[in-house]
């Protein structure tokens, strides 16, 4: 979707250690979604932020949404095997429309 | 708890034939949606809908169609298949649109020869 933009497309690291993905709107978000989607299987859900400035964690897993509500990051301590897949970012927006759209997703493969 | 439940999970069809991707879901959320997966495109929204007998379109609702005639069950249907439509199909569902994390099935994986 052109309305959220994920950078970057593909990333590769090596295990143990930490990297980012980033998720940018073009509009004020209402709720924000990361998931997690291991390839060829469905989506896990991981994290849904509504908040300006709000941080949640799970694991070794944080994700926070700026004050202004139109970009979230996703960080990922010491990444580890099982940290590989496909992020992708979903929100629905403060024009409450009902739809909630994603990104294009970002490819992350741990390198041993 | 089955969750969503998505069927088939594979289907090879031939242009201009007819189809229906079953979703049901057993949580009774009122919010399901399709999307349809393509590489490098992400997920993107086919239809969707916030209760039973109401239905929108979302970003690429051509070549498909849905009917939510029931809270479980949301089928979409492609009623002349092309080439363009080969994709991985998800449905999702929710309590409501409203901040709430969707529940995804397991997808189908159409081929459309």
């Known amino acids: 979707s052109q309305e959220l933009e994920q950078s970057p497309q593909s990333l590769i690291v090596q295990e143990g250690k930490n990297l980012t993905i980033n998720c940018t709107s073009s509009?004020?978000?209402?709720?924000l979604y990361w998931y997690k989607q291991k390839y060829g299987e469905g989506l896990i859900f991981l994290m849904m932020l509504q908040k300006g400035g709000e941080e949640k964690s799970h694991e070794k897993i944080t994700a926070k949404l700026d004050e202004k509500k139109q970009q979230s990051s996703l960080h990922i301590t010491a990444s580890q095997p099982s940290h590989a897949g496909i992020y992708l970012c979903?929100?629905?927006?403060?024009?409450?429309?009902?739809?909630?759209?994603f990104g294009k997703g970002t490819r992350l493969h741990i390198l041993p | 708890n089955a969750g969503v439940t998505q069927t088939p999970k594979f289907q090879v069809l031939k242009t201009g034939q007819s189809m229906t991707l079953q979703c049901a879901q057993d949580?009774?959320?009122?919010?399901m949606s399709w999307y349809r997966q393509d590489p490098g495109m992400g997920l993107r929204l086919i239809h969707y809908s916030v209760g039973a007998g109401i239905t929108d379109q979302g970003e690429v609702p051509n070549g498909y169609n849905v009917s939510r005639s029931t809270t479980e069950d949301f089928p979409l249907r492609l009623l002349s298949a092309a080439p363009s439509q080969t994709s991985v199909y998800f449905c999702?569902?929710?309590?409501?649109?409203?901040?709430?994390?969707?529940?995804f099935g397991d997808g189908t994986r159409l081929s459309i020869l």
């Open positions: 979903g929100a629905d927006f403060l024009s409450r429309d009902d739809k909630i759209i």
């Open positions: 509009k004020t978000l209402y709720g």
């Open positions: 949580m009774n959320h009122e919010y």
């Open positions: 999702a569902s929710s309590p409501d649109r409203a901040n709430q994390p969707q529940h």
